[in-house]
């Protein structure tokens, strides 16, 4: 167990809703990422916040958006669902600032898109 | 674009072989690089690598950078059932603090 709880672990959707997905980082770990993989792109960095503040982006959709909270939590949010978005979305958390610090994954959350 | 590329993309091996696994890159503004294990879930981080030339070590893994060349090899020794895993390689880009992952490598260990 890595410390890194994510909820929920299966989440299955229509085309065109919204969901939130949540992580509660490892006590103390400042860093949360976001990460999808899927079959056909493999694992993606998607975004970072450390303490709150948004720390690096990468491929990131204009239809997903991400916050963490003051007590460090972290939701990512997913929108006008399309199928191409169902994957396994990570999270990860470290005490560090930088985007490669060795991060412990949470076992992720399956979004199915029907 | 940043590119990261592993081969073998899949690998069969028996227990006690020794095995190398290869990560090339292309990023423009290079941080460090990452390897990460994968099993049947979350990876797992085994190393990262910011300076050529320098082995970072864990057991019977080992992992060494080659920024001039452009690429890191992840060695494993004395292979156990217990490898069986995707092998991930990671690649910092510090000008827009971008990760890149390579599409894995495929480790089956067979007894």
């Known amino acids: 167990d890595s410390g890194v709880t994510q909820t929920p672990k299966h989440l299955i959707t229509a085309t065109g809703q919204r969901v939130t997905l949540r992580c509660s980082p490892r006590?103390?770990?400042?860093?949360v990422y976001w990460y999808q993989q899927s079959l056909d792109q493999g694992l993606q960095f998607l975004i970072q916040?450390?303490?709150?503040?948004?720390?690096a982006k990468g491929n990131i959709l204009e239809r997903f958006s991400a916050q963490q909270f003051p007590d460090l939590h972290s939701e990512l949010n997913l929108s006008s669902l399309e199928l191409g978005d169902s994957a396994l979305y990570f999270c990860?958390?470290?005490?560090?600032?930088?985007?490669?610090?060795?991060?412990?994954f949470g076992q992720g959350t399956r979004l199915t898109v029907v | 674009e940043d590119k990261v590329v592993q081969s073998p993309l899949s690998l069969v091996v028996h227990e006690g072989d020794t095995v190398t696994l290869n990560c090339s890159y292309e990023?423009?503004?290079?941080?460090?690089l990452l390897w990460y294990k994968q099993e049947k879930k979350a990876p797992t981080f085994l190393f990262m690598l910011t300076s050529s030339g320098i082995e970072k070590k864990s057991g019977r893994l080992s992992s060494i950078l080659d920024k001039k060349e452009l690429f890191s090899i992840l060695n494993i020794t004395a292979t156990q059932t217990g490898d069986s895993a995707i092998y991930l390689c990671a690649v910092e880009d510090y000008n827009n603090n971008d990760m890149r992952f390579g599409a894995g490598t495929r480790l089956t260990v067979k007894p």
């Open positions: 916040y450390y303490n709150g503040e948004e720390r």
């Open positions: 006590s103390g770990d400042l860093s």
């Open positions: 990023v423009t503004n290079f941080r460090s």
């Open positions: 990860a958390s470290s005490p560090y600032r930088t985007a490669t610090a060795e991060a412990f």
